[in-house]
């Protein structure tokens, strides 16, 4: 789908106009062209369609609250998945809560995350951290988003202020925020977001590489690709259990990513 209708909030990054990469797109111009059928047989998605997906380490403390937050606000209808590495009670909860758990040696979360969106095969996927963070409430508007035919819906928890981030990780991610605006030319206010929708094809059509950058990865190729993006402002929690991204080495991580893939994103446009 090309949208020509600009972005109608702040915090928002909505389609840059141009023809989107007809190569790496299934029916341009129509985002029901070629998609899967849906559940209920009508053009709109419902939570039937939904696969919510999420790497897990070591989440004993934050996992019950998540996925029940999940079965409520989706009335159970939405499939939970969840790529887990731990060694705690993580995966026990986990399917207690009918998630469905596939297991991972830890790999870092670039890893568990790649395979987790891949895993699924309804037509939308989103993704969430497993530590409370992120508002499950949010997954209607969200889903409405994308039946409005945005290919992907980017939470972008720092238009609120993110006050439960701690302080150097919100400085961090808004020098991401500035960095990934520069380097792609286009507006982007939450580059390392964790809750995100897709649209499937966008997901199976992009080869991922990054690790610890692959929230950001997520979030700059389908953006350089044209791809209609939307950032949704969304409340951000503080976190339940321990943080398993160390800050510094985590954020010269990102750092790299957003530099390697927007300059393999600019050279794939040549
Ligand atoms: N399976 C698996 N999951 C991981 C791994 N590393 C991180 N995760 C999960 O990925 C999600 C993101 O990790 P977080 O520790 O929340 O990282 P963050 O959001 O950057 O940092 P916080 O401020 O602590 O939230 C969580 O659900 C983790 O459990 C890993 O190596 N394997
Ligand atoms: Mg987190």
């Keep these: ?27 341009a111009g129509d985002p029901r062209a070629d998609d899967p059928e849906t559940a209920d047989g009508t053009d709109q998605f419902t939570f039937e369609d939904v696969s919510v997906v999420m790497g897990t380490y070591n989440e004993e403390a934050a996992i ?31 399917r207690e809560h009918g998630a469905r758990v596939i297991e991972q040696e830890p790999q870092g979360y670039g890893v568990a995350v790649r395979a987790a969106l891949l895993a699924p095969d309804r037509p939308v996927v989103v ?14 508007a969200f889903l409405s988003l994308v039946n409005e035919g945005y290919d992907v819906v980017s939470g972008d928890r720092l238009y609120h202020g993110a006050e439960a981030m ?46 610890t950058g692959l929230s950001a990865e997520l979030l700059v190729r389908p953006v350089m ?7 949704q402002p969304i409340a951000y929690g503080e976190r339940a259990g321990e943080t398993k991204l160390d800050p510094l080495q985590g954020g010269v991580a990102i750092a790299k990513s957003v530099l390697t893939v927007t300059l393999e994103e600019r050279l794939r446009a040549l």
């Design 64 to 94: 019950g609250t998540v996925l029940a937050d999940i079965e409520r606000v989706t009335d159970g209808a939405a499939e939970v998945v969840c790529v887990d590495g731990s060694s705690d009670r993580t995966p026990e909860i986990a």
């Design 225 to 231: 690709r044209g791809y209609d993006v939307r950032e």
């Design 1 to 27: 789908m090309s949208r020509t209708d600009e972005t109608q909030r702040p915090g928002a990054v909505a389609s840059n106009g141009t023809a989107p990469d007809e190569a790496n797109r299934n029916g």
């Design 127 to 140: 993704t969430t951290d497993c530590d409370d963070t992120y508002p499950m409430e949010q997954l209607p």
């Design 166 to 211: 701690p302080p150097l990780n919100r400085v961090g991610n808004r020098l991401f925020a500035a960095a990934a605006t520069v380097l792609m030319g286009r507006r982007v206010h939450d580059t390392t977001t964790g809750m995100r929708a897709y649209r499937r094809e966008v997901v199976e059509e992009i080869e991922w590489t990054e690790n």
